[in-house]
């Protein structure tokens, strides 16, 4: 017989987030059954304080901010499994945790990601301008990423951590983007690395309805 008992995480967030997916997936890492419960980032049911997707209910608790939340889980109950005890270790993936958060996401959402899914998903035309105006910064992007992967293997070389699990949205949400597919094929390392966590039983359970 199924399990019925209601899931564990509730993720009020829209279904083709890349933080939402952030979430979903430590729950996948974690065993945490979960559910998201369709939520647009600027509207009245959005309890964020600051208009953003996801908003997590988990142990009687609400979280907001997909880091604490993804620690918050890992913590409570994976036995910190996504996150290096060894300080050092520690220091680079939270580094690459900042560097996905606080520019890899604006770069390559603003420009590119967001662009193709106001054309795809919303049937607006595609601001062509737009995109032109942000490919040099999305390669000087994908550039840094690929330099740190083949100089010393980065986050990579930490084996699968909280620094894949934000990694992974961000860069496969270019992937699927005309332009970032080709700048990504590219990028030996990073092609490679995207590849690498494609066969991960909680990337596949994560999978967006347009990757299908
Ligand atoms: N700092 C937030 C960022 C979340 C975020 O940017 N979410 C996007 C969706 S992937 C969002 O809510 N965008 C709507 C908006 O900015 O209006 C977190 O870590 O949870």
């Known amino acids: 017989m199924g399990d019925t008992s209601p899931p564990q995480v509730r993720i009020f967030g829209t279904v083709i987030s890349t933080y939402t997916r ?16 369709a939520t647009a980032a600027q509207s009245q049911q959005n309890r964020h304080p600051f208009g953003k997707v996801p908003v997590v209910e988990v142990d009687g608790l609400e979280l907001i901010e997909s880091v ?35 520019y890899l996401f604006p ?17 607006f ?19 840094y990423i690929e330099g740190e992967l083949s100089e010393d293997g980065a986050w990579a070389s930490l084996g699968f951590t909280l620094a894949d699990v934000f990694l992974y ?21 990073l092609h490679g690395w995207l590849a690498s966590c494609e ?4 990337i596949v359970a994560t999978r967006w309805e347009s990757e299908v």
């Open 22 to 37: 952030i979430v979903e997936l430590t729950c996948e890492e974690a065993g945490l059954s979960h559910e998201t419960i």
């Open 68 to 102: 604490a939340i993804a620690q918050y889980l890992d913590n409570a109950h994976n036995d910190s499994a996504l996150q290096p005890t060894q300080p050092a270790a520690r220091a680079v993936m939270d580094k690459w945790i900042a560097l996905a958060n606080n």
């Open 125 to 143: 035309p595609l601001d062509e301008d737009k995109v032109q105006r942000a490919l040099p910064t999305v390669s000087r992007a994908l550039g």
């Open 169 to 189: 949205p961000i860069v496969r949400s270019v992937q699927l983007t005309p332009q970032g597919r080709v700048g990504i094929e590219q990028c030996e390392r």
């Open 107 to 123: 770069i390559f959402e603003n420009g590119l990601v967001m662009p193709w899914i106001m054309h795809r998903v919303g049937g």
């Open 199 to 202: 066969k991960r039983p909680s």
